[in-house]
């Protein structure tokens, strides 16, 4: 299996996958959670071994919240289990060994940055010195500023600080990057690498892709309250969409191109082929000894992008079969299949 | 387990000590908000000032009672107004609190060690910090003003008694700041304000009510709040021990229901 990069540099090794027996960071089996008719969480089942950083992709309403909400013993599944470090999550709270920036979480307000750190240290276990904290979080600037005045990236960094405060051995981080800029985005993802490298696990929700692609050495896919993809960027890419092979349509039966080897679907485009193949290479091979006329061919990766839209607008459940994405459910089973063998 | 040894080193030994227990980090919740309760100057003026105030505007209403030489009835005026004032400055808690389970602020205190109960404990001992020394002004100003006059045993019992009942009041207003919405908290309050001084006879004495009305009086905690301050100024008679386990009765009643509001407030406050 390929471990990305940035996170093989992170833990200088690739990412433990936690055996039964073992105490992994956070187990959910079967967890499920409505509200009144809405099924915001149906069943996951998720493991994440210590020292694991995987981010939880999913569109609005696919249920990350609930799920972070659950492990942190904010909300009770309606069935189902879900551990920390083997321990009820309350007692992983209350021992201070999960910190948590919620989602769009609120600030004690008519305090100052420092009274609200000064506060909330008094609350946990074994919390981080202050200043090592206000250092990590970069504070130095506004902490005599009172909460209601904060701008939505400084507000992001009070928050963030709260989730070091307890010195936790698993960060949840719900949608951290939310309202800083870019210059702040990239400093704070540096910061919490430099907090995880002592092998501490993060689990983070967001929006932004390129983020999960980059920082995360594991991306769980969430939609409609299912866990529909988990694996690496690398291999969520290549799962859905694997590599586009598109070549000039000279007619050649679509029949033909759908039964090569690693091809998961035909489309036709204007004068082109579009070959959506899971091994491109062994389909480029097929490809030219079956129709050695063939011309005008180019290989593209997808993106994360696409294979996120693909996964989410495909979720089972919700009965979406358009758009000839035959490959997709294939795919799915896989996915599945490789859950389980865990 | 590659990543899991690397970080053993320094991740490890420190999980074995457990520095704080849940006691101190209450005490220390309770002063830190105590603290950042007594900067906000309006909070201020509405717990410490308004009692002695409405005790000022209504003791000159009443005038200096004639045919009192003992001062009992200035005494009566004095314990009554001190009730109402501070039940006013009681139940103000809620509305703080309300404000937090809107903000979300509830949620990030809910991931730290500090239980559901005590921080609802810690929560009303702030309260009744604040309330203390509004309770003391009304007292000063009576016995400077309002001509009252007894042993400082008796200002102290008084006080203390005073204190102890408001108790399941400040409790009361904790619940509603966690049950009602934000906006209604101080409706609500007012209402509760309002009804429970009147029935409970802060205003005019209950025993001047219809018997019907009594009955209702003798259940509410403001009754028995004022009875138990009145009690140290009339030595030979008995001491109102049905008070005691009527305000202990709400005490357990309201704790129960904001145990459980502090529950649904985690799961349901802003997202």
Not at chain 1, 100 to 105: E, I, P, S, T
Not at chain 2, 39 to 59: C, E, G, R
Not at chain 2, 228 to 247: C, N
């Amino acid at each position: 299996m390929t471990t990305f990069d940035l996170a093989a540099a992170i833990t200088g090794a690739p990412s433990p996958r936690t055996r039964d027996g073992a105490p992994a960071a956070v187990r959910l089996a079967g967890l499920t959670k409505s509200y009144g008719p809405v099924h915001a969480v149906r069943g996951v089942d998720l493991t994440i071994g210590t020292g694991e950083i995987v981010a939880v992709l999913g569109p609005n309403g696919a249920g990350k919240s609930t799920v972070n909400e659950m492990i942190l013993g904010l909300v009770r599944p309606d069935a189902g289990d879900a551990a920390v470090f083997g321990l009820d999550p309350h007692e992983a709270v209350r021992t201070g060994r999960v910190g948590a920036m919620l989602q769009a979480g609120a600030l004690l307000s008519d305090a100052r940055v420092i009274d609200v750190l000064r506060l909330m240290r008094g609350l946990h276990a074994h919390p981080l010195p202050i200043d090592d904290v206000i250092a990590r979080a970069d504070l130095g600037t506004f902490l005599k500023t009172k909460t209601d005045k904060l701008s939505g990236g400084q507000a992001q960094r009070l928050r963030y600080a709260l989730a070091l405060l307890p010195d936790p051995e698993l960060l949840i981080l719900d949608e951290p990057t939310v309202g800083m800029d870019v210059e702040v985005r990239r400093s704070f993802w540096r910061s919490m690498i430099d907090f995880t490298s002592s092998g501490r696990t993060v689990m983070f929700a967001t929006h932004y892709l390129e983020e999960a692609d980059q920082v995360a050495e594991r991306i769980v896919v969430l939609a409609d309250g299912r866990v529909v993809a988990d694996g690496t960027g690398a291999e969520i890419r290549s799962r859905v969409a694997g590599r586009t092979i598109s070549l000039a349509d000279d007619g050649t039966d679509a029949a033909e191109l759908a039964d090569l080897p690693g091809v998961a679907g035909v489309e036709r485009i204007g004068a082109r082929c579009y070959l959506h193949s899971t091994d491109s290479d062994t389909t480029v091979r097929a490809l030219l000894a079956a129709c050695p006329e063939a011309r005008e061919i180019e290989i593209t990766s997808a993106k994360l992008e696409d294979a996120f839209v693909a996964l989410t607008s495909h979720a089972p459940g919700t009965g979406n079969d358009a758009h000839g994405a035959r490959g997709v459910h294939h795919d799915h089973d896989d996915d599945h299949q490789d859950r389980k063998n865990r | 387990m590659t990543s899991a040894t690397l970080g053993a080193t320094t991740v490890a030994p420190r999980r074995e000590v457990m520095t704080r227990g849940v006691a101190s980090s209450a005490v220390h919740y309770a002063t830190h908000t105590a603290v950042l309760m007594i900067k906000n100057f309006s909070f201020v003026i509405f717990t410490v000032i308004m009692p002695v105030s409405l005790y000022l505007v209504f003791s000159s209403l009443y005038g200096n009672v004639p045919d009192d030489p003992t001062g009992l009835a200035s005494a009566m005026i004095m314990v009554s107004m001190a009730a109402y004032g501070s039940l006013g400055a009681a139940m103000s808690g809620g509305a703080h609190l309300a404000v937090e389970r809107r903000s979300g602020w509830f949620r990030q205190l809910m991931i730290t060690m500090l239980p559901g109960r005590v921080f609802l404990w810690a929560r009303a001992a702030v309260i009744m910090m604040l309330v203390l020394p509004a309770l003391a002004l009304v007292f000063l100003a009576g016995g400077l003003i309002g001509g009252v006059q007894a042993p400082a045993t008796v200002w102290l019992a008084s006080l203390g008694l005073l204190w102890l009942g408001l108790i399941p009041l400040t409790v009361l207003g904790i619940v509603i700041g966690l049950w009602v919405k934000t906006e209604a908290v101080q409706g609500v309050n007012t209402l509760l304000l309002l009804g429970l001084s009147l029935l409970g006879g802060l205003w005019f004495p209950a025993e001047l009510m219809p018997s019907g009305m009594q009955h209702v009086a003798h259940a509410l905690p403001t009754y028995w709040l004022a009875a138990l301050g009145r009690h140290p100024f009339l030595p030979g008679d008995a001491f109102p021990w049905t008070g005691v386990w009527v305000l202990l009765a709400w005490s357990v009643g309201l704790t129960v229901l904001g145990a459980l509001g502090y529950r649904r407030a985690g799961a349901t406050s802003k997202r």
